[in-house]
């Protein structure tokens, strides 16, 4: 589990093909790999990733599934490519974000930014089937990056990003047309499950 918190700005130093479409990943992150050890999880752009290995440099290697690199945007990531970092939470740390586990729900693309004075406003178009868990006010993460969404239609939704998640996370960089790893709040899941079951009778 993770908040949607970024602690640090990683980058990919190589992918190595391990065959069955799957590959090994290695990423720089001298913080998340401080303490890390062999079965720790760090999100990596909000896919949370198994660490294998942890070598000099502060470098840790992930296995990723073909399934990963399909659903996500992890396949299209190349060396030297920035990403979010984030060790999973401990207990008694603050939740300064979300509940977020780190399953990517779709890949989105992002449609536009709108700098401001202080900010800036950032379009996201939303995959198929996802817009019914996105409300404005809701939470959403993009990339790891926990978001509160300023508005939402049928197939998009924008945020505000401050200075500091624009200096500290990919963000930053992004571009239009770039696609971006989202997880909807789990909590809206359930509660159609729930809802859903109800309906259908399945509350008796």
Known sequence: MFTGIVEELGEIVRTTDTG????????RGPLVTSDARHGDSIA???VCLT????????IFTADVMGETLRRTALGALRPGDPVNLERAAAL????GGHLVQGHVDGVGELLGREPAAQWETVRFRLPAGLSRYVV?????????ISLTVAGV???WFSVGLIPTTL???????KGVGDPVNLEVDVLAKYVERLLGDRAA????
């Open 136 to 144: 404005e006010k809701g939470s959403i993460t993009v990339d790891g």
């Open 167 to 173: 200096k500290l996370t990919t963000l930053g960089g």
């Open 51 to 58: 660490v294998v290995d942890v070598e000099d440099g502060g």
């Open 20 to 27: 069955g479409d799957s590959a090994l990943v290695a990423v």
């Open 92 to 95: 008694n740390s603050r939740l």
């Open 153 to 155: 239609g049928d197939d």
């Open 201 to 204: 009778g399945g509350d008796r």
């Open 44 to 46: 990596v752009n909000g």
